[in-house]
């Protein structure tokens, strides 16, 4: 593992120019992932700001085969062009998709749960901004409870599905959760991810400021209090090992949660609840 | 060149076999699963040295062999009815990237309501999706189609259906030629395109805007165009090769006095052969023509092959609401302004049998009708 940011490379194969908002979680991840991934990497991405992002007419931002695909076939796609590249003989290659949480958890969770299942040697990264942003901003699965939306003024009423506990039902080789506000786990989790001969998934939580309603600054700001929290753990499973890869400080989840313009009408009931959940699920007392 | 039994099914998957796809996926449907594992057996058996895609879907299944063409390999993938609504995404998508992908469809009626019998609506409702599309009349076709679809798809690069009817073709044996490997190899040479390659990075499907994405469409189209030349060379080559030519986008049958012509494609043409070998016997200048291409359509071919014929009696195993048989419409449109009478014919939905003597009745009936309908005619109800 890296020791320091310093000792990564200066290559960026993504993020040179790309047209993603100032302080897009999205793009930040990115970068920070084809640190680990590096030049023969494929990555397909299914429709998404982060497809948007990364090429539009003659123009592209990757470095590395990029290819923009329908939004429910990615890991289908990842699939073929396995089987192609070992049709070939052509052995050191990564195969990325990189989707949204729609393009993972609901519009593409089909084609996803298939692709797991067959254990292909690929990596399903998740980058969840907790709503369909590249529309605008409307509730999925994996929006929050509570969380105000375009298409939800008053707030989603159920809870977010866990994807994480979903795909390491699957009995894949790896899954991982990550966070852009801590890049060198980020980067090793790619590592990781990328010499396991079967299916590997990484769930990234990537702020997204026009979504969240934060300041664009404070992405990675928000990333860190997700962690920091307790609401967003950070672990692997790595050949069915459950790991904890950072032990949170536990700040109020109040400190996340209330500054976001989505959470504004949270109530002091819920946020009690959301931090009894938290509690819980760490085995702290009141 | 060895002669055997085989159906339908198996004759496309002896053409997948011969030209040695390299990847394989799909998701079972009836009747097309035969091929399926016909296919997966030669892998089993060794015979075939192909990576198979176990998708969980249809739509999966064409993105599936959509990735490996993308990455170079010759890929191969079967479906029908409900599987190619269900991937029709897809379908549209493989042809705008321009990728080979070969696919056999073995017809079958649409739902609702529900029926698993042969017709040929499934790839009509593909006309407008920018694929390829051959009609094969026999088992033999079948076979010598696939192996012309490879040819095609790779010279203009756009994705081909090969359509045989389900039950009909895909499961009734009969008598089959297979071509030698060796020679097959010299005639369908393996030429890996890599468009995805990470020596050679590049983006795939990047957003086109307003000045770009009309222009793509234009050069989709023109590669279509120039299937209508390569589509009739690959076929005398094939012919020229293998001793059976197919006669490229149409195939005429007694047609140089005929008064009288039958139009259709797939499974009614071998019947309607029998059929004009009857009538001709009692003296009716009755002739064929076949449409083994339908996409693109040939429309120039068959105003010259219908120049001199003053009744068309044109079947469909299909129906575009609405409209009329996709066939009929289409003939109608191509043969404007020439001197002629277009008698357009509804039959064989969802399996309903269509025999030499249907086809018969249905010649009668058209000389008897004077004046051309606009809309198709609902026969056999």
């Known amino acids: ?286 | 060149m060895s002669t055997t039994l085989l159906t339908g099914s198996e004759a496309a998957a002896y053409g997948a076999k011969l030209a040695r796809i390299e990847v394989l996926a799909y998701y079972p449907i009836t009747p097309a699963f035969p091929a399926m594992e016909r296919v997966s057996k030669f892998i089993d058996d060794g015979e075939l040295n192909t990576r198979f895609v176990r998708v969980e879907s249809d739509h999966s299944a064409l993105a599936a062999a959509l990735g490996a063409s993308l990455a170079g390999s010759r890929t191969f993938t079967v479906t029908n009815s409900q599987g190619l609504l269900y991937m029709t995404e897809v379908v549209y998508h493989t042809a705008g990237l321009r990728q080979p992908v070969v696919m056999a469809v073995a017809n079958r009626a649409l739902s609702a309501p529900h029926s698993r019998f042969p017709e040929q609506g499934d790839a009509i409702s593909q006309g407008a999706s920018g694929w390829i599309q051959l009609f094969c009349e026999n088992n033999q076709e079948v076979l010598d189609n696939m192996l012309q679809a490879f040819k095609i798809a790779e010279t203009v690069r756009l994705p081909v259906m090969v359509n045989y009817e389900g039950y009909i073709q895909s499961h009734t044996l009969e008598e089959v030629g297979i071509p030698n490997q060796e020679t097959i190899d010299q005639f369908l040479p393996l030429n890996r395109v890599r468009t995805l390659d990470v020596e050679n990075p590049q983006a795939v499907n990047t957003v086109a805007s307003p000045e770009f994405y009309m222009d793509y469409k234009f050069h989709q189209n023109e590669a279509m165009e120039q299937a209508l030349t390569v589509i009739n060379d690959v076929a005398a080559e094939y012919g020229k090769e293998f001793g059976r030519d197919w006669s490229g986008l149409i195939d005429t049958y007694q047609m140089e006095d005929a008064e009288h012509a039958f139009v259709a494609m797939g499974s009614m043409v071998s019947d309607a052969r029998i059929v004009v070998d009857e009538l001709r016997k009692q003296g009716q200048k009755v002739g064929l023509v076949k449409v083994r291409a339908w996409r693109p359509f040939p429309a120039e071919a068959l105003r010259e092959a219908l120049k001199n014929v003053q009744l068309i009696t044109v079947c469909d195993k299909n129906i575009v609401f609405g409209l009329g048989g996709a066939l009929g419409t289409e003939l109608k449109s191509a043969l404007y302004g020439q001197d002629c009478r277009v008698n357009s014919y509804i039959l064989g939905l969802g399996g309903r049998d269509v025999t030499t003597e249907e086809i018969k009745k249905v010649l009668e009936l058209s000389e008897k009708t004077e004046k051309q309908a606009t809309a198709s005619e609902w026969f056999g109800l």
């Not at chain 1, 958890?105 to 292909?120: V, Y």
């Not at chain 1, 994996?142 to 375009?150: K, R, V």
């Not at chain 1, 299916?199 to 934060?214: D, E, K």
């Open chain 1, 1 to 286: 593992m890296a020791q320091s940011i310093a000792d990564l490379s200066k290559e960026d194969l993504f993020g040179q120019g790309n047209a993603g908002c100032g302080g897009c979680g999205a793009a930040i991840a990115g970068r920070q992932a084809m640190k680990a991934l590096g030049s023969r990497t494929i990555i397909t991405i299914p429709a998404s700001c982060m497809a948007t992002m990364g090429g539009s007419n003659l123009k592209t931002t990757w470095q590395i085969p990029f290819y923009h695909t329908l939004f429910e076939i990615a890991p289908a796609v990842s699939s073929g062009i396995r089987a192609a590249l070992e049709a070939q003989g052509i052995e050191d290659v990564n195969v990325v998709s990189w989707a949204g949480d729609a393009g993972t958890a609901d519009i593409g969770f089909q084609a996803l749960t298939g692709a797991a299942e067959r254990n292909e040697h690929m990596l399903h990264v998740c980058y969840d901004n907790e709503m369909y942003m590249n529309t605008g901003g409307q509730t999925g699965s994996q929006t929050p409870m509570y969380a105000i939306t375009s298409n939800m003024a008053k707030g989603k009423q159920v809870k977010k599905k866990n994807m994480l506990a979903i795909m390491e039902a699957h009995g894949v080789d790896y899954v991982a959760s990550a966070s852009i506000a801590y890049p060198l786990d980020l980067i090793e989790k790619f590592r990781k991810a990328a010499a396991k001969p079967g299916f590997s998934y990484i769930h990234l939580l990537s702020p997204c400021h026009r979504g969240w309603q934060i300041p664009p600054e404070k992405t990675i700001e928000y990333a860190r209090l997700a962690v920091e929290s307790g609401l967003f753990e950070l672990y692997e499973v790595d050949e069915g090992v459950r790991t904890r890869n950072l032990e949170p400080t536990f700040i109020p989840v109040e400190d996340y949660l209330s500054s976001q313009g989505r959470f504004k009408n949270l109530t002091p009931e819920a946020i009690q609840g959301i931090q009894a959940g938290v509690n819980k699920h760490y085995g702290r007392g009141e």
